[in-house]
């Protein structure tokens, strides 16, 4: 295992300049939410392109985040579903929310 470094949006410069073709896992605390489309599209397009057939992704988001989410729905606001989002770049999405992190999380486990 070789940990790497790097502002996400730029993997695929990162990863294409040490000669890596594809990587094992990814684990990453990005707040997506409250980034522009464009930046997270870099950043899920690099990383479900780099992931190799086997590999997986780990995403955490914080249980209050979804609870945002809740209330911007009943706001009449558009809300910010990661899932969703994660689902449009990998083929297997699941989570699973862990109360005894603090705060509690969901963890999405992203799957080509």
């Known amino acids: 295992m070789v940990p ?6 730029n993997l695929e410069t990162i990863l294409r300049r040490r000669g890596v073709t594809g990587v094992d896992a990814i684990v990453s ?6 980034m522009d489309e464009d930046r997270r599209h870099r950043i899920l397009s690099s990383a479900a392109k780099y992931l190799g057939s086997h590999g997986v992704l780990s995403q955490f988001q914080y249980l209050h985040a979804n609870s945002a989410a809740k209330l911007a729905s009943r706001l009449g606001l558009r809300p910010f579903r990661e899932e969703t ?3 449009r770049y990998f083929s297997r999405v699941s989570h699973e929310r ?10 999405f486990t992203c799957k080509p």
């Open 4 to 9: 790497i470094l790097g502002a996400a949006e």
């Open 29 to 34: 605390s990005l707040g997506l939410s409250t």
């Open 98 to 107: 862990v109360f005894l992190n603090m705060p509690p999380a969901i963890v």
């Open 85 to 87: 989002l994660l689902c």
